[in-house]
């Protein structure tokens, strides 16, 4: 059984966090409210499964901007709203992957879409970028003297 200090404090860490989310004169949100304990029970469970800190608010931070810009219970409508982000791949992936916990925990079906990262491409700097770097280190180099 959980000991309640450990629940208390737990719901006092989501209250401070969505306080410094709202801003400076928080309004109380109606528009997320059916969704709200949803968030908490996948947080809870991800918790007690032994996720790390940050990676609990990361995942709290990206199901309640869901929640801001679908409906959570419909996957499909989810799975639309991911694809149709004007965001990388990567950020697509995340949102993903947070909403897959929240599918599992909530016991909601769908099947997780797959992003593949995009490679960057590496800058090789030009010789004059080069030349440049240089002359300014040997300018701080003599004046460092």
Sequence with gaps: ??????????????????????????APSTSDEPFTSRIFKTIWELKKKGRAEAALRGVSKKLKQLSRETNLDDPEAVKEHIANKKVGNCFKEGLAVAYNHYVAVNELKWEKPTYVREENAIRVPTTENVEKLIKHSLVRLILSV
């Design 1 to 26: 059984m959980l000991k309640l200090d450990v629940v208390l404090s737990f719901l006092v860490y989501l209250r401070i966090n969505q306080l410094k989310d709202a801003g400076s004169n928080p």
